[in-house]
């Protein structure tokens, strides 16, 4: 046989460097990640590229920004692109490391614009962060989105935490359910592609 693909990329869209030429290297304040994480999340349903989610990896300690994700499913056409993947995977090439939480790596964290889904669950958990900054973690995101965020556990968080991995959450909750609404808007007046898998089960 011959395959017709022997590997795959997530890039992220062109509009991200353009937003953030104005942004500085560091943002010392967690809650100004947490701010530009809501930006890059409203932006990227509007520009159509996936999902209304976003993410950043900062170095804990300064808050460099060593790298930003967003959904990019649809733009992509790969269904685990999400915007965790994306920004871990991009901290990962940035920096030549598959372990952020290396030896010789300050503490990175992981800023997202609601709890990971169950793919993105297990992605952090791999990654090597140190911190899981969301800015909440409640039913609303199914609820307001219609996403599937999978059978995840309800003691997620303390898995995260025998595990090392600080959880910060609330943080701007309502900024979030803002992007979240805006989009469900969308999604009712038929202005954008929801693309769950199965969704007609
Ligand atoms: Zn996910």
Redesign the pocket.
């Known amino acids: 046989m011959k395959l017709s693909a022997t590997g795959y990329g997530i890039t992220l869209p062109d509009w991200v460097s353009d937003a953030l030429s104005d942004v500085p290297e560091v943002i010392p304040d967690r809650a100004d990640r947490m701010r530009l994480v809501h930006a890059l999340a409203d932006r990227n349903w509007r520009e159509g590229n996936g999902g209304p989610f976003a993410a950043l990896v900062a170095e804990t300690a300064t808050g460099r920004i060593v790298s930003v994700g967003v959904n990019v499913v649809l733009a992509s056409g790969i269904s685990s692109a999400?915007a965790?993947?994306t920004a871990l995977g991009t901290a990962q090439q940035a920096l030549g490391t598959w372990d952020l939480g290396g030896a010789d790596q300050p503490e990175h964290e992981l800023v997202v614009n609601w709890r990971?889904?169950v793919?993105?669950y297990g992605a952090t958990l791999w990654s090597g962060v140190r911190t899981l900054a969301v800015a909440g973690s409640g039913p609303e995101l199914e609820e307001i989105t219609t996403f599937d965020e999978g059978p995840m556990r309800d003691d997620w968080a303390a898995q995260f935490e025998e595990r090392g991995i600080r959880v910060i959450d609330p943080l701007l909750r309502e900024e979030a359910l803002e992007v979240f609404r805006s989009y469900r808007d969308a999604v009712d007046a038929d202005a954008v592609v929801v693309y769950n898998a199965r969704s007609d089960a």
């Open positions: 999400h965790e993947v990971p889904c793919q993105c």
